[in-house]
């Protein structure tokens, strides 16, 4: 069977494109789920695991090709502080994979005749600025240095690799973190990943580095599979397809915004109107040249089920 890393290659290679999911935390809260927590959806990590799968299996029918593990607030620093021994956090950072996995094998399981891509599960690696639960993914200035980056972020990435080949290094707002994560994938010779970053405007991502920039550094590590932007709001996306290009132009391009809503670290949530249709808006980025897309932050099942119908017609969808 194919390693994921592998698949994603062959995936882009045959079909153009694929369709990520959407917000995993979305998808939980419309199930019905209060993450007002510092957890965040890792809270079910740990407290209510079949509901991680559950909400797994729910994109992997509205349409996604690629399913992100629960992973991005599962860190060792914030699973004990929450509760957890270390080697109850290790065992629970394993389990997120796991449960994506298993998802994508029974949906496969199901669906393989009816025509469907066996699809990919990609391994979240999140932000420092996840784990300090105040925002600090969108701002990317955390006052502290490379040492104690690597040093939150290796533990988490090597239990990871441990079976995972395809991570997802995503809402990074910062260039150094991006460097940081960057080593430790050249580190891991098995593992491949795409690098997504949080940005502030057109062209810059939030702690104001040129987003051509950090795709021209991701384009010279040859395990980086795709780069580009996540959490950012859907305006700002062709703009920074067109940068990241410009930084990376034999990259491809991931994109997968937020609803377009702003976070507010003070009232813990997320305020301002959504875009009104962000996945009509999908097949101008494609056609822009990005090639994974999906949503983040406030899009849920209804969105990558758009999103999927949107991208109907394209060389992509032609032949599913």
Do not use: K
Not at 48 to 56: L, M, N, T, V, Y
Not at 111 to 126: F, H, I, K, Q, T
Not at 270 to 282: F, I, K, L, S, Y
């Amino acid at each position: 069977m194919r390693d994921d890393a592998s698949a994603l290659a062959e995936f882009l290679a045959a079909r153009g494109a694929l369709v990520l999911d959407g917000g995993l935390a979305t998808a939980l809260e419309e199930r019905g789920h209060d993450l007002d927590d510092a957890l965040w959806s890792a809270r079910l990590l740990r407290d209510d695991p079949a509901e991680i799968r559950r909400a797994h299996l729910a994109y992997l029918e509205a349409g996604a090709d690629c399913i992100i593990s629960s992973s991005y607030q599962a860190n060792i620093p914030a699973l004990i502080a929450a509760g957890s021994s270390r080697r109850q956090a290790e065992a629970l950072i394993r389990l997120s994979t796991t449960l994506a996995e298993e998802a994508r094998d029974d949906f496969f399981a199901r669906r393989s005749s009816a025509g469907r891509e066996r699809p990919l599960v990609a391994a979240s690696v999140g932000p420092y600025g996840a784990y300090l639960a105040d925002g600090s993914e969108y701002v990317g200035g955390y006052g502290i240095g490379r040492e104690e980056l690597r040093a939150f972020h290796q533990p988490r990435w090597e239990i990871l690799a441990e079976g995972a080949t395809l991570f997802a290094c995503e809402t990074l707002p910062s260039r150094v973190e991006a460097s940081v994560l960057l080593d430790l994938l050249r580190q891991t010779p098995d593992v491949r990943a795409w690098l997504s970053f949080s940005c502030r405007d057109g062209q810059h991502i939030s702690d104001g580095t040129p987003i051509a920039e950090c795709a021209e550094r991701c384009a010279e590590n040859d395990q980086v599979l795709a780069v580009g932007i996540n959490c950012t709001p859907p305006g700002l996306i062709s703009s920074l397809i067109a940068e990241a290009r410009r930084g990376a132009p034999e990259l491809p391009i991931v994109v997968y915004p937020n609803s377009g809503e702003d976070y507010d670290p003070g009232q813990r949530g997320w305020v301002g109107a959504p875009h009104p249709d962000p996945a009509r808006e999908a097949l101008d980025w494609y056609r822009q040249g990005a090639r994974l897309i999906g949503g983040c932050c406030r899009t849920g099942t209804a969105y990558v089920r758009a999103l999927r119908e949107a991208l109907a017609g394209t060389e992509y969808l032609e032949d599913a």
